[in-house]
């Protein structure tokens, strides 16, 4: 394998351990607790993912899916 795949490799098993982790119920309890949606932040990671690999247009959606879903809540208040 060469040096840069394995870069990759590791970059995707600290995006699946963040993925694994957001998806944890206590996390997941202590995030709601700081007003964070779970959903919202896998949306993000999944955007981040897509970027990393290259595929801007997924990127974009995920991405700014994500952008869009905040700051509608924080203009509502929601925070």
Known sequence: MTESSQAMRELDEVLDDLEA???NNDAGAEL????????LALTAVAGLRAYLKGDKVA????????VEEIAARV???EG
């Open 21 to 23: 982790l957001l998806k």
């Open 32 to 39: 709601a607790a700081r007003g964070v949606n779970v959903a």
């Open 59 to 66: 990127a974009l959606e995920d991405l700014g899916t994500a």
């Open 75 to 77: 203009s509502s208040g």
